[in-house]
């Protein structure tokens, strides 16, 4: 299972390198040509991307590195890191330049030449942008099984595949109004409408970056499981009939690996040896209805 999501996970990140680098060069190529200061904001904003990508893949391989003497927890929390590196990224080198190459063409319009060229890149570009997309998707797809995407979305502690999406949607929207203002400057003849979309790109970038950076804070605090596996975790440990009482439990999410921690009452009457089978029992029943989950430590009490 945890195998399957990182094949997923990589593949939705190989998507959009390929797609984010093949689009940063054509669109290069037609800020050059046309001197649009929304194209040169979209082609900083792949650029940025194209990096994006290749940090989000540094992050998913060392995020694997097995647990040493001082990480004895491993390395899964390196996922988030690099993940919020990212947004940092996205809100800086995408979002702030954009804005900031708007208004600089606002305050020193420039003649726009060779229109067409810039129209078409983008274009093309929307359709490339469209299949990354959709392959980020499907891979959401194959990570959530049956779940609902909007449950999906609302509780997962996948930080790569949020930031994927999110650059995906922000490269979309940038794109169109992109598309959209670079029309409306040819059709009327005024150099503005490129600054404005050079502007708009830029807002739409920090918005999304801010979002990212919100969602993946919490994971670099320390958050729980999905609520799927905490009622399996309850249902299970609740489900012994060695156990009387369960004083809380608590799980922390690393990367795709789980934390458990739990504190229990058992059964009265049970020598110390039946209560350690009976836990050890546990907790190869746990690891082997949950596969995400590597580290188990029943604690057994009589009070909380």
């Not at 040819?186 to 490129?194: E, I, L, Q, R, S």
Request: proline residues 3%.
């Amino acid at each position: 299972m945890a195998s399957s999501s990182h094949s997923s996970i990589a593949r939705a990140i190989l998507y959009a390198f390929l797609a984010n680098f093949g689009i940063a060069i054509a669109k290069s190529w037609a800020a050059w040509l046309t001197g649009s200061g929304s194209m040169l904001a979209e082609a900083i904003h792949s650029y940025a991307d194209t990096g994006n990508q290749v940090l989000l893949y540094l992050g998913l391989k060392q995020s694997q590195r097995p647990p040493d003497d001082e990480h004895p927890l491993g390395y899964g929390k390196l996922s988030y890191f690099w993940s919020f590196i990212v947004a940092i990224l996205l809100f800086s080198l995408g979002g702030l330049f954009s804005i900031y190459e708007g208004l600089e063409k606002l305050n020193h319009p420039g003649e726009l030449s060779q229109v067409w060229i810039a129209i078409v890149v983008l274009a093309v570009a929307i359709l490339l942008e469209g299949v990354s997309l959709l392959g980020c998707l499907r891979e959401i797809r194959l990570v959530r099984g049956e779940q609902p995407f909007g449950e999906w979305f609302k509780h997962t502690r996948n930080s790569e595949l949020v930031v994927v999406l999110g650059e995906d949607i922000g490269a979309q929207l940038g794109l169109v109004f992109a598309l959209g203002f670079l029309i409306m400057a040819a059709v009327t003849g005024d150099p503005v409408y490129d600054a404005f979309g050079s502007i708009c790109i830029g807002v739409i970038l920090l918005v999304i970056s801010v979002f990212i950076g919100w969602r993946i804070r919490a994971l670099l605090v320390g958050r729980s499981a999905n609520p799927d596996i905490q009622n399996a975790i309850d249902a299970i440990i609740s489900g012994q009939e060695e156990i009387e009482f369960v004083f809380n439990t608590i799980t922390i999410q690393f990367g795709p690996d789980t934390m458990l921690a739990a504190k229990i009452k058992m059964r009265d009457g049970m020598d110390i040896a039946a209560a350690v089978d009976s836990i050890n029992a546990l907790e190869r029943e746990l690891k082997a209805s949950i596969p995400k989950l590597k580290w188990c430590f029943i604690e057994p009490d009589v009070i909380d």
